[in-house]
Nanobody
Framework: QVLLTESGGRLVQTGGSLRLSCVAS????????MGWFRQAPGKEREFLGH????????YLTDSVKGRFTISRDNANNTVYLQMNSLKPEDTAVYCC???????????WGRGTQVTVSS
């Protein structure tokens, strides 16, 4: 079983930056892919991108490409979401998830709140 714990969310001004962390514990050897998602109030959950656990190859959606990056610290089983040039519409609960394959994400963290003030 994999356990995911996010941190790093806080209140930040427009144009600011934040780095969110997602620490994986437990059966991390079963992880193939880690994804980042967000959900704003009243909106559906939005997929932001993923990182392949073994190769650190990343994918980001067009909505955040150029502002957000995903990286991984192998030694600490931690995946990061670096967010730059933040906008009020980036306000959401951000969470990470893991998948043992290219299929469905099976394990989810509880999320961390990011609020961008105008």
């Amino acid at each position: 079983q994999v356990l995911l714990t996010e941190s790093g969310g806080r209140l930040v001004q427009t144009g600011g930056s934040l780095r969110l962390s997602c620490v994986a514990s437990g059966r991390t050897s079963s992880i193939h892919r880690m994804g980042w998602f967000r959900q704003a109030p009243g909106k559906e959950r939005e997929f932001l991108g993923h990182i392949i656990w073994s190769s650190s190859s990343t994918y980001l959606t067009d909505s955040v490409k150029g502002r957000f990056t995903i990286s991984r610290d192998n030694a600490n089983n931690t995946v990061y979401l670096q967010m730059n040039s933040l906008k009020p519409e980036d306000t959401a609960v951000y969470c990470c998830a893991s998948s043992p394959s290219f299929g469905k994400y099976e394990t989810w963290g509880r999320g961390t709140q990011v609020t961008v003030s105008s």
